[in-house]
């Protein structure tokens, strides 16, 4: 049901009715969302908490005033339940980055996004706290003590105990204390952003703007660094990870001076911390609200914990015990499938292949600009299996410099596809007939991929009819 309450907001700033209302897909909160179209496009949102919503249009007006990028209210009701602003649009940074999240290979495209996202965060941390009454923040007006051991607590009452593992109750508080007192060491006066994530980042015109901030407080920036590199869906490479925090500290460095080698210390106490915090939240949103969005994230978030419990945390000697135990239980076990590597020779006459697995991936190789012995007539008959055909290729050279170029570019994939659990790479090599040069690749390749990384090989000559698993 469309809230009245929105369509006569819509009225009374541009004096017509809406032409059309289209409600949103809900988010992790319960705010509703939803697109009003008409003589401007605007987004009405009806939150349940007027107290929020509060806090929302404050921070809101602020950071307005300062210049930063977020989207702009321009009308809301007397009972402070409903309001409007800005259309930014439906692309969110979480999206617009969906090839590199679901591969692991991040384009330049996508890499410069999330360059000016996380330079733009140090404005919000240091400008936007400049003259900014954090006691109108929502539900507390910095981070301390009580905000810090609610969301350990949050992670052990919602997530720990729901997965029936045993541990020692008092011997873990004792590390949450640890924990508070290691996280509060700084006194900071900069604004924490607090679930700062790809999913609260929208690109508008190529660039991204901020939403969804209605969280923050006074807090320290390891925080949101945290949350934004860690975001357990994301999968960030950790190349790319360090590449990103060079870039926030670049940033951040016209504000104040910061250490490299003391932030990245006191980052991964907050980055262990943030992980505990949303697997709290994704143990309340899935395992009791039901929503699977939230559980389909549990075993992303599980496989960050178990790759920071890596190197250790001397400071929290029973709660790293008991996090290696949570990652070893059965439901949250490694379930590594084999990589299936499919090779395939074709005749671009014919088209290229299609990609069976779904995934829309891998590698489509040209072999055409080779020299063709389909030319003579002694080999028309033959194949790029045949040894007359092999020792033409092989005599000439061009093929062996050609796929020395191959097996750089699939061999790394390859080590990366097994380093990152996928189950299926396409490597595809087309020529005109489909017949001698793609034909003699992709058996050279298919046999490479299989004698060198032991991976299961599926050779396809599409045009020969011939399909073999080495």
């Given at each position: ?82 309001y409007l602003q800005d259309d930014l649009g439906d692309v969110l940074l979480f ?215 890596r190197e250790p945390y001397p400071e929290y000697p029973y709660l790293c015990e ?86 750089a570019l699939v061999d790394a994939s390859v080590k990366r596809y097994m380093e ?51």
């Amino acid at each position: 049901m469309i809230p009245e309450e929105l369509r006569e907001l819509y009225r009374n700033h541009t004096g017509q009715d809406p032409e059309e209302i289209v409600r949103l897909t809900p988010a992790g909160s319960n705010r509703r969302y939803f697109r009003l179209k008409g003589v401007t496009d605007l987004i009405g949102v009806e939150g349940e908490s007027v107290d929020e919503n509060e806090a929302f249009l404050y921070l809101d007006g602020h950071f307005q005033a300062k210049g930063l990028p977020v989207p702009k209210v321009v009308a809301r009701s007397e009972d402070g339940r409903f309001y409007l602003q800005d259309d930014l649009g439906d692309v969110l940074l979480f999206d617009a980055i969906g090839q590199g999240r679901s591969t692991g290979v991040f384009s330049e495209r996508e890499k410069d996004l999330l360059r000016q996202t996380i330079r733009l965060l140090p404005d919000f941390q240091f400008a936007g706290a400049d003259g900014l009454d954090f006691s109108e923040c929502y539900p507390q007006a910095q981070f301390n003590s009580r905000s810090v051991l609610w969301d350990l607590n949050y992670f052990k009452y919602c997530f720990l105990k729901a997965t029936g593992l045993d541990f020692q109750e008092d011997r873990l508080e004792d590390d949450f204390q640890q924990m508070k007192e290691v996280l509060l060491q700084d006194n900071t006066s900069t604004f924490m952003y607090r679930d700062f994530q790809s999913r609260n980042v929208m690109i508008k015109d190529g660039a991204p703007w901020f939403i969804d901030f209605q969280g923050g407080r006074k807090g320290p920036v390891y925080y949101d660094v945290a949350s934004f590199l860690w975001q357990a869906k994301a999968r960030y490479p950790e190349e790319l990870r360090q590449e990103l925090i060079r870039e926030y500290l670049s940033a951040a460095q016209k504000y104040t001076a910061i250490s490299e080698p003391d932030f990245q210390h006191r980052l991964r106490h907050f980055v262990l911390f943030r992980l505990l915090q949303v697997l709290g939240a994704y143990g309340f949103r899935g395992y009791f609200e039901k929503k699977a969005h939230f559980l389909e994230s549990v075993p992303y978030a599980i496989d960050s914990l178990r790759q920071l419990l890596r190197e250790p945390y001397p400071e929290y000697p029973y709660l790293c015990e008991v996090l290696r135990r949570l990652t070893e239980l059965d439901q949250f076990a490694e379930k590594k499938s084999p990589l299936v590597v499919t090779v395939t020779s074709f005749s671009y006459k014919k088209g290229i292949p299609e990609d069976t697995s779904g995934n829309g991936g891998g590698f489509v190789f040209d072999c055409r600009a080779v020299h063709n012995p389909g030319k003579y007539e002694r080999y028309k008959s033959l194949t790029g299996l045949d040894e007359p055909v092999i020792r033409f290729l092989e005599d000439d050279g061009e093929i062996t410099v050609f796929l020395e170029h191959v097996y750089a570019l699939v061999d790394a994939s390859v080590k990366r596809y097994m380093e990152r659990g996928f189950t299926s790479l396409s490597v595809s090599f087309g020529c005109t007939g489909g017949q001698h040069r793609s034909v003699y690749s992709a058996q050279h390749v298919a046999e490479h991929l299989h004698r060198k990384f032991g991976v299961q090989v599926r050779l396809v000559h599409r045009e020969q009819h011939i399909s073999v698993s080495l």
